[in-house]
């Protein structure tokens, strides 16, 4: 609540304080001190009230002043205010998505899992595999004679031979042995020949 404050002019008082001093110089005694003990209370009063006044605008301005800051807070609260809720709803935007990602992660990472675990068990597989054909390839190894083909074409040939040799005198037994022995070769080179055209 603001009070109007109506400053009091100089000139009544202090005329009222001169024609009191000069009355008061007029009259002796107890009327006199009287007089001067007016004019000297009526100029402190002036005083004081003058003193009122200056206080009173300054105390004026101060609750202006008071006023435009607490504006100016009311403003600035209001925008932190809005700064903070746009930013309680980025936090919740960024928590979300980041929530979305770690569970598609965690998805990506057990089906990879699922496929490390299956690869690992199919190498498992494969390498018992690999280790049986390795004794299989060990064990036909440990059978069989490796014979360039030209080899094998001199012993048909020798074959055809002894088997006209036989066939000439008359040796039925071992004519067919013979034979059975160039016929082999011959299976073996038939056999070659498309893994040789592979």
Known sequence: MSATVVPLPPTPSSETVDFLRRMASMVSGRNGEMLLRAAALIESLAQRAMSAERLFHEAQEESTRSTELRVATEIASDAMVSQIEALRAQLAEVTT?????????DAERS????????AESHIGKLTTELDSLRASVDNFNET???????????ARTQFDYLSSGF?????????????IGGFAIDQALTAKKPADKA
């Open 167 to 179: 066939a000439r005198k008359g040796d039925v037994i071992s004519q067919a042995m013979s034979e």
């Open 111 to 118: 089906k990879l899992l699922a496929l490390m675990q299956d």
């Open 144 to 154: 069989v004679v490796s014979v360039p083909i030209e080899v094998l074409r001199l």
């Open 97 to 105: 998505a980041a929530a979305a990602e770690r569970t598609a992660f």
